[in-house]
């Protein structure tokens, strides 16, 4: 499920109180026992080491940092070419949406790029496809980034990003894949 807007494009992350830019990094988190901090009860909609093995969760952090501002998990769906956002969601910290409260803008475009950026490199061209948390944010991603409806019997929000409309985002966001796996 994608839980946010893009707020703004911006190459890297903006801090909102300085307008002060910050160059960020991705690193894979693959341990259950770190992901289950990562749940409800510590703001992140939901427990994310309940993840399938053939499940990635990438965490976007502030770089030489593991100052983690948004998570999101994927899958490879080789009979859709494309990547499968499984869950996106911004740290409670930048989520205004639930907590009135964001530090960092640029947290979900960063995070959409990234799947764009995985399903690119899997010959995928760039396509992603995923639910919106809400018909208003289904009609956002539509109209907004041209997104393709791709209504599922458990989702009618469901819609796919084309190569298109992440190239977009992989061409503005930067960030450095970093080898680390936690």
Known sequence: MITFKI???VPCLKEISSGEIYETEIIQIRRKSY?????SSSGWF???????????VYALVLKGTMDIQGLIALQYDA??????VLWACTAPHNNIWQYNTQR?????????????????KHGYEG?????????????????????MPLPALNNPFRFMLSDNATKRL??????????EVI
């Open 127 to 147: 396509f992603i496809y995923g639910e919106a948390m809400d018909e208003e944010l289904y009609n956002y991603y539509c109209k907004e980034f041209g997104a």
């Open 46 to 56: 939901i427990n994310w080491s309940r993840f399938s093995k053939d499940t990635e």
């Open 35 to 39: 992901l289950s901090k990562f749940n």
């Open 7 to 9: 707020d703004e494009i």
């Open 79 to 84: 009979e859709a070419c494309a990547v499968y």
């Open 170 to 179: 992989r061409e503005v966001y930067t960030y450095e894949w970093t080898d």
């Open 104 to 120: 960092f803008t640029g947290v979900g475009g960063h995070l959409l790029a990234i799947a764009s950026d995985l399903s690119v």
